[in-house]
C-alpha cells in the first residue's frame, strides 16, 4: 500500500480512541483508495477520505458558529458521521482504463437510503463501542438523511424532511457536504502525496 500524507491526517485529526479506530478500519479496506463520486465531487483516487476529512473540518467550524443553539457536540461525534457518512461508496466505483473514467460497478444500496449503509458500516466496524455511544441515535440521523433534497430516493428526501427541524445537526450536515463538494478538495491535494519512509 504506498502510504500518504492523508492518512496521517486523518489520524492526527482523529478526536478520541474510537475514531482512531475507524481510521485503521479505513485503512484496512477498499475505502482508503476510492473516490467519492464517479462524476459529481471528489472523482479522484482517495477522493472519499478526501471528502470525509473535509466535511469534518467544515462540519466542526458550522457547528462552532452555532454552538448557542446546538448546545455541547463532541468532535468524536463530528468525526463519525463526517467518515460514515458515505463509507456504503466503498467497492462501488470502479477506473476505466480504457475511458479514463469511473464507472459504477455495483449498487449494494438497493431498497434502502444512501445513508442506511454507511451508518451500518460504522456499526460494523465499531460494533459495541459504537452502539453504547450517547449520541448514537444523532449520528444516524445525521448519516441517514445527510443527502437532503439531493437523496435518490422518495423515501431519502422524505427522511431529512422528516427530521431536519427536530435535528439542526442534521441541516448542518448537509451543508458541510454541500459546501465539501463545492470545494471538491482543493486544499487537500498536498496530502495525497506519498510519505516518505526513512
Known amino acids: 500500500m504506498t502510504y500518504i500524507k492523508l492518512y496521517d491526517e486523518m489520524k492526527r485529526v482523529a478526536p478520541t480512541p474510537l475514531c482512531k479506530k475507524l481510521v485503521d478500519c479505513i485503512l484496512e479496506s477498499t475505502a482508503r483508495y476510492d473516490p467519492a463520486s464517479y462524476k459529481y465531487h471528489h472523482v479522484y483516487k482517495y477522493g472519499l477520505m478526501v471528502h470525509s476529512l473535509e466535511l469534518y473540518n467544515e462540519l466542526k467550524k458550522l ?18 458521521i463526517a467518515f460514515g457518512h458515505d463509507l456504503e461508496k466503498a467497492g462501488t466505483y470502479k477506473f476505466n482504463f480504457s475511458t479514463k473514467v469511473y464507472d459504477y460497478k455495483f449498487h449494494k444500496m438497493y431498497g434502502f437510503t444512501h445513508g442506511e449503509y454507511g451508518f451500518d458500516e460504522l456499526e460494523c466496524w465499531l460494533e459495541d463501542d459504537f452502539k453504547s455511544l450517547k449520541d448514537h441515535e444523532l449520528i444516524r440521523v445525521c448519516i441517514y438523511g445527510h443527502m437532503g433534497d439531493y437523496g435518490k430516493t422518495k423515501r431519502e428526501r422524505a427522511y431529512y424532511h422528516e427530521h431536519v427541524d427536530k435535528c439542526p445537526l442534521l441541516w448542518l ?3 458541510a457536504d454541500m459546501k465539501s463538494c463545492e470545494l471538491n478538495g482543493k486544499d487537500y491535494q498536498h496530502l495525497l502525496e506519498p510519505v516518505n519512509e526513512t
Open 63 to 80: 457547528v462552532q458558529e452555532n454552538k448557542e443553539k446546538l448546545g455541547e457536540i463532541s468532535d468524536e461525534t463530528l468525526f463519525l
Open 173 to 175: 450536515t448537509h451543508q
